[in-house]
């Protein structure tokens, strides 16, 4: 049972209001986030605080639940991918923990210009729920916990919003990655990927920024494939990544998880606002009123190797509709290079040898990498 969540917006409000309307109107917007996420972690520092003396008498409201509660029928509230993670760990399929800001939260965002009051302080809740039950810290140095950032409306909009993936990962915590994965590559990759996604969606950087970069470093090598590059040369691409992040956004790249987190949230909150978002719903005839979910998940790792992969699957072929297991994936990959077309993809239904190499095929994941017997299969991830 979750202890109660009350409504301090006013405390909250009377805190940053008067921070937030002295923003120079001139700021961009990353340095405006970025402002915004380091007055709430200051803030967050008294949530225990506030908990422990629960103020009697405010309504109380729920933005965030954990992927144990809720049901397919929810999809209002928390979104079809949250509704659906919800009913599939209710069933007792092996979902990867983690929790659902509701639709309602992202509304009130949307109305308020800011995070309502009481979001932060559930987020923080939920949060150390997650740490608990899988023994780990958002970020450690030594075992990190890192978790996605995915939008989820109730109809879905496929391309339309933002994820961000590997929050968590900075300086130190990517050197406790490699110890615990055993694997020093695969942790400098992730810590790049996060650059060039956090970038992208959370700092509004142009994607060349990255691309660029990162094809410099294949012709430096003399590689045409990303999975060519060495620990050295990703070690040589994140420095690259984090200058640009420095030069072309005018922030440095947020060392602390927390903030990545609060600042990846609030990102998924604006995408539902993009241009491409409301003239897709327009053709679609969906509502612009319903807004988003988000929903925080525990990271599992489609680039852990050839036994790892990622992909999109589907109960029904859909060019003709016809009922059938169909889909794409890659092996040694994130979702993001299925969707950008930087890689070419396997389908399923046509390459059963490689469908079973890549371990979609086999049970079990794993929230985290852990060192495993030989021949145990690794992680695999879907995008959905």
């Keep these: 049972m979750k202890p109660p969540l009350h409504r301090f917006r006013e405390f909250s409000n009377r805190d940053s209001s008067g921070i937030v309307n002295r923003f120079p109107t001139d700021w961009p917007l990353s340095a405006r986030r970025l402002s915004l996420s380091r007055i709430g972690s200051d ?154 996604m956090f970038g992208k969606t959370v700092l509004d950087m142009p994607g060349e920024v990255f691309a660029d970069a990162l094809d410099k470093a294949k012709s430096t090598k003399g590689v045409s494939s990303d999975l060519d590059l060495d620990v050295d040369d990703l070690k040589v691409l994140v420095s690259t990544f984090k200058q640009g992040i420095k030069e072309h956004s005018g922030v440095e790249f947020p060392q602390h998880p927390r903030e990545q987190l609060n600042m990846a949230i609030n990102a998924v909150f604006d995408s539902w606002n993009t241009d491409r978002a409301r003239l897709y719903r327009r053709r679609e005839r969906i509502s612009q009123d319903l807004g988003t979910a988000v929903n925080i998940c525990t990271m599992v790792f489609g680039n852990l190797g050839e036994t790892s992969g990622t992909g999109v699957a589907f109960t029904r072929d859909p060019a003709s509709g016809r009922i059938g297991a169909y889909g794409d994936y890659l092996p040694n990959a994130q979702g993001e290079d299925v969707v950008a077309g930087i890689r070419n993809t396997f389908a399923t239904s046509s390459s059963p040898s490689n469908a079973a190499s890549c371990g979609c095929c086999r049970p079990g994941w794993a929230s985290a990498p852990r060192r495993r017997p030989s021949g145990s299969p690794r992680n695999w991830s879907t995008r959905t």
């Design 43 to 196: 803030l967050h520092r008294s949530d225990d605080a506030l908990f422990r003396s629960p103020i009697r008498g405010f309504p109380t409201t729920e933005d965030v639940y954990d992927f144990t509660e809720g049901d397919k029928d929810q999809k209002d509230l928390l979104g079809g991918k949250g509704a659906n993670l919800a009913e599939m760990t209710k069933l007792g399929l092996p979902v990867p923990p983690g929790f659902t800001i509701t639709t309602e939260a992202c509304r009130e965002y949307l109305a308020l210009g800011q995070e309502p009051g009481e979001l932060r302080v559930q987020v923080t809740t939920a949060l150390r729920l997650l740490e608990d039950n899988l023994g780990r810290r958002l970020g450690d140095r030594h075992d990190p916990l890192l978790v996605s950032v995915r939008s989820g409306a109730k109809f879905s909009m496929p391309g339309m919003m933002e994820t961000v993936l590997n929050i968590g990962l900075n300086d130190a915590s990517v050197k406790g990655l490699a110890e615990e994965s055993g694997d020093e590559r695969f942790a400098w990759d992730s810590y790049r990927r996060l650059l060039q």
